[in-house]
């Protein structure tokens, strides 16, 4: 069984990852960084924190292994049915007089929810004879999920559990090859993906919808209350934000945003 591993060897394994990936961990749950640790140590067979924390300032495989797995969000297309029903049913039609629709999936991993975004988006348009355009901008701080993103190939894993509805309209953008799919030129255009830490956003427009789902989790309530206030800056007036279902905005934040639906945990950016 692996030991406990302190606050200061948690320190010295995220300045390892801080010096090779430029990434800054010091604000996340404690907790949930130890437990993605501790996995990486039974992996790599390391008998003690020391010896794991040796292991990987000499070992490049090692430091993306773990820079992967605490970075690791698990996702599919159109995750979360009831969410995306009421981005479906009432976000858009709430916003299909934008000339320009802006959509932001931030902590896009894969690019699985930017995609699946897209899509409805396009389907509306074309059931509803809608005039707005939209583009769809994924980010994430792993260079390689973003790499999958762009490239627009997806096993049938991306596709579990998909409800029938979502499913068709998936069908309709994607073309199938063997044990593959691939999104169409037409989605990858209005879709695009970059490498970002979510602390060093910047947009010179706003969004008329943010989705930032299961990511609040892994921060404490300081940095969480900072992104709300990095995020309200990038939403337009009246603006939707989508959080993961079980997260919620506390005290400090509802300054800045309303309830939508507290089920689904969708907000409103409040008017000053």
Same mark, same amino acid.
């Given at each position: 069984?692996?030991?406990?591993?302190?606050?200061?060897?948690?320190?010295?394994?995220?300045?390892?990852?801080?010096?090779?990936?430029?990434?800054?961990?010091?604000?996340?749950?404690?907790?949930?960084?130890?437990?993605?640790?501790?996995?990486?140590?039974? /992996?790599?067979?390391?008998?003690?924190?020391?010896?794991?924390?040796?292991?990987? +300032?000499?070992?490049?495989?090692?430091?993306?292994?773990?820079?992967?797995?605490?970075?690791?969000?698990? #996702?599919?297309?159109?995750? !979360?049915?009831?969410?995306?029903?009421?981005?479906?049913?009432?976000?858009?039609?709430?916003?299909?007089?934008?000339?320009?629709?802006?959509?932001?999936?931030?902590?896009?991993?894969?690019?699985?929810?930017?995609?699946?975004?897209?899509?409805?988006?396009?389907?509306?348009?074309?059931?509803?004879?809608?005039?707005?355009?939209?583009?769809?901008?994924? #980010?994430?701080?792993?260079?390689?999920?973003?790499? #999958?993103?762009?490239?627009?190939?997806?096993?049938?894993?991306?596709?579990?559990?998909?409800?029938?509805?979502?499913?068709?309209?998936?069908?309709?953008?994607?073309?199938?090859?063997?044990?593959?799919?691939?999104?169409?030129?037409?989605?990858?255009?209005?879709?695009?993906?970059?490498?970002?830490?979510?602390?060093?956003?910047?947009?010179?427009?706003?969004?008329?919808?943010?989705?930032?789902?299961?990511?609040?989790?892994?921060?404490?309530?300081?940095?969480?209350?900072?992104?709300? !206030?990095?995020?309200?800056?990038?939403?337009?007036? !009246?603006?939707? /934000?989508? /959080?993961?279902?079980?997260?919620?905005?506390?005290?400090?934040? +509802?300054?800045?945003?309303?309830?939508?639906?507290?089920?689904?945990?969708?907000?409103?950016?409040?008017?000053?």
């Amino acid at each position: 069984m692996i030991e406990d591993i302190s606050k200061s060897e948690i320190e010295e394994i995220f300045s390892i990852l801080r010096e090779h990936f430029r990434a800054d961990f010091s604000d996340y749950k404690l907790s949930c960084l130890e437990r993605r640790i501790k996995r990486r140590m039974l /992996l790599s067979r390391s008998a003690d924190i020391r010896n794991y924390i040796d292991f990987l +300032k000499k070992n490049e495989n090692e430091r993306r292994d773990l820079f992967d797995t605490v970075t690791i969000n698990v #996702t599919k297309f159109f995750r !979360d049915e009831n969410t995306f029903d009421y981005i479906f049913n009432k976000i858009i039609p709430a916003i299909r007089h934008v000339p320009d629709i802006k959509v932001w999936s931030a902590a896009c991993a894969s690019g699985e929810e930017a995609y699946s975004v897209s899509m409805m988006l396009d389907y509306y348009k074309e059931a509803n004879k809608c005039r707005y355009n939209f583009t769809v901008y994924g #980010t994430d701080i792993d260079r390689r999920s973003i790499q #999958t993103a762009q490239e627009g190939a997806y096993t049938p894993k991306s596709l579990f559990n998909t409800p029938a509805f979502f499913r068709q309209i998936f069908e309709l953008y994607t073309e199938k090859g063997k044990n593959i799919y691939r999104i169409m030129d037409k989605m990858q255009r209005v879709t695009r993906f970059k490498v970002e830490n979510l602390h060093d956003a910047n947009w010179d427009f706003k969004f008329d919808i943010i989705l930032c789902r299961n990511v609040f989790i892994y921060f404490d309530r300081a940095l969480q209350n900072k992104m709300l !206030d990095m995020l309200a800056r990038f939403i337009k007036p !009246d603006g939707f /934000l989508v /959080l993961g279902r079980v997260e919620t905005i506390f005290t400090d934040g +509802k300054t800045k945003f309303e309830i939508v639906s507290n089920r689904d945990k969708i907000y409103k950016l409040k008017k000053e």
